[in-house]
Nanobody
Framework: QVQLVESGGGLVQPGGSLTLSCAVS????????IGWFRQAPGKERERVSCVGSGDKPPSYAKSVKGRFTISRDNAKNTAYLQMNSLEPGDTAVYYCTPSCLPTSNYWGQGTQVTVSS
């Protein structure tokens, strides 16, 4: 059974930083892409970043490029999203999935990120 558990969200002031973690079980993460998506109230889920299982560089949404960094530790079967210079527009529930596609069958419960002063 595939399970993903996101953690690390919280309330942060504009300009602050957070690191999200995604612990994966039930599959070997090294064989899969890993994507981070987010969904704000009243909006559709959007892809924030994705990195494949090979050597291709990760991709980022324009709105987060230069501020967010995706990474993975295959030995720990865990993925990360380092978020710097956070803005109120980054407020959303963040999800990880072993895919770069929003049609993935596997999602965690999400972790809430709120950026507010």
């Amino acid at each position: 059974q595939v399970q993903l558990v996101e953690s690390g969200g919280g309330l942060v002031q504009p300009g602050g930083s957070l690191t999200l973690s995604c612990a994966v079980s039930g599959l070997r993460l090294e064989s899969y892409a890993i994507g981070w998506f987010r969904q704000a109230p009243g909006k559709e889920r959007e892809r924030v970043s994705c990195v494949g299982s090979g050597d291709k560089p990760p991709s980022y949404a324009k709105s987060v490029k230069g501020r967010f960094t995706i990474s993975r530790d295959n030995a720990k079967n865990t993925a990360y999203l380092q978020m710097n210079s956070l803005e109120p527009g980054d407020t959303a529930v963040y999800y990880c999935t072993p895919s770069c596609l929003p049609t993935s069958n596997y999602w965690g419960q999400g972790t809430q990120v709120t950026v507010s002063s």
